[in-house]
């Protein structure tokens, strides 16, 4: 199943490997789409593929560590 969302960083995360750490935890796999990075803020819209249990669960540790997780479309793909 695949997910697509957009990511917003906030600063203090922004050189953290907070995706990373969600893809082998969770077994999600991301594919990055497109990304912009400031000294101040980071942007990602990426789709992230898994189970849909997975898929919430990271998308969910996202969110507790400060990451505003918007999804794209709504649904999901396939």
Request: proline share 4%; charged share 35%; glycine share 6%.
């Amino acid at each position: 199943m695949k997910k697509r969302v957009k990511l917003t960083f906030p600063q203090h995360l922004i050189k953290e490997p907070v995706l990373f750490r969600m893809a082998k935890t969770y077994d999600v796999m991301p594919n990055i789409r497109r990304a912009r990075v400031t000294e101040t803020v980071g942007e990602m819209v990426l789709e992230l593929e898994g189970t849909e249990e997975n898929l919430e669960k990271g998308i969910q540790s996202l969110r507790e560590q400060g990451v505003e997780v918007e999804l794209i479309e709504g649904e999901f793909l396939e």
